[in-house]
């Protein structure tokens, strides 16, 4: 059983801050990488930044220079400082946890997700 927890979520004027937190939990063998994606009403959910167990971390286009993720490894936990936002960075978003998970006989890889975290961008 793998549990994550977000928090941070809220709304802001634009040009402000949000700082996004996700903590997992639970039987993990190890993580391989954990990562915030967003999802509008209508649109396909899309990934927003993503880092490994190596600190390589990935940005989408749109949020390159305003947003920065960090991990705590020693927590299990994923955070999003999200700077200068716009009111198009309003969505949902959900935590992803990709992680290995370790059973008597075997090891596999599994994707979890959170339940999200409505972030409104709005004077």
């Known amino acids: 059983q793998v549990q994550l927890v977000e928090s941070g979520g809220g709304l802001v004027q634009p040009g402000g801050s949000l700082r996004l937190s996700c903590a997992a939990s639970?039987?993990?063998?190890?993580?391989?990488?954990m990562g915030w994606y967003r999802q509008e009403p209508g649109k396909q959910r899309e990934l927003v930044a993503r880092i490994t167990s190596g600190g390589s971390t990935n940005y989408a286009d749109s949020v390159k220079g305003r947003f920065t993720i960090s991990r705590d490894n020693a927590r299990n936990t994923v955070l999003l400082q999200m700077n200068s936002l716009k009111p198009e960075d309003t969505a949902v978003y959900y935590c992803?946890?990709?992680?290995?998970?370790?059973?008597?006989?075997?090891?596999?890889?599994?994707?979890?997700w959170g339940k999200g975290t409505l972030v409104t961008v709005s004077s």
């Open positions: 639970g039987s993990l063998f190890s993580i391989n990488a």
């Open positions: 992803k946890l990709e992680a290995r998970i370790a059973t008597l006989s075997k090891f596999y890889d599994n994707d979890y």
